[in-house]
């Protein structure tokens, strides 16, 4: 019900965005977040939005660099990942909860993940 895309190689300093596409259902009503894991870690909180987009929050790690943002027409958030370092290489996870959440396991629908890559 929620697809992930976006993902890829990208030198350190560089950009990508990745979308969060919903089928299925609407998710219009449901706060939505990314996270990401990288290989041998838990699972990270990277940011949340609001139903409606006014509201948003970040992971410290990724604050200032990284914007979260919705299109309920569309059906889809976004993340725009900039300034990109190598420790932000993981594989990256949108999903909905029906509350404002940073724990994974307060997030009731998850997509599948993209993998981003920063080479230094």
């Known amino acids: 019900q929620l697809q992930a895309s976006g993902g890829g190689l990208v030198q350190a300093g560089g950009s990508l965005r990745l979308s969060c596409s919903a089928s299925?259902?609407?998710?219009?009503?449901?706060?939505m977040g990314w996270f990401r894991q990288a290989p041998g870690k838990e699972r990270e909180f990277v940011a949340r939005?609001?139903?409606?987009?006014?509201?948003?929050y970040y992971a410290d790690s990724v604050k200032d660099r990284f914007t979260i943002s919705r299109d309920n027409a569309k059906n889809t958030v976004y993340l725009q990942l900039n300034s990109l370092k190598p420790e932000d290489t993981a594989v990256y996870y949108c999903?909905?909860?029906?509350?404002?959440?940073?724990?994974?396991?307060?997030?009731?629908?998850w997509g599948q993940g993209t993998q981003v890559t920063v080479s230094s």
């Open positions: 299925g259902r609407t998710f219009s009503n449901y706060y």
């Open positions: 939005i609001n139903w409606n987009g006014v509201s948003t």
């Open positions: 999903a909905a909860a029906r509350g404002a959440a940073q724990l994974a396991k307060n997030y009731d629908y």
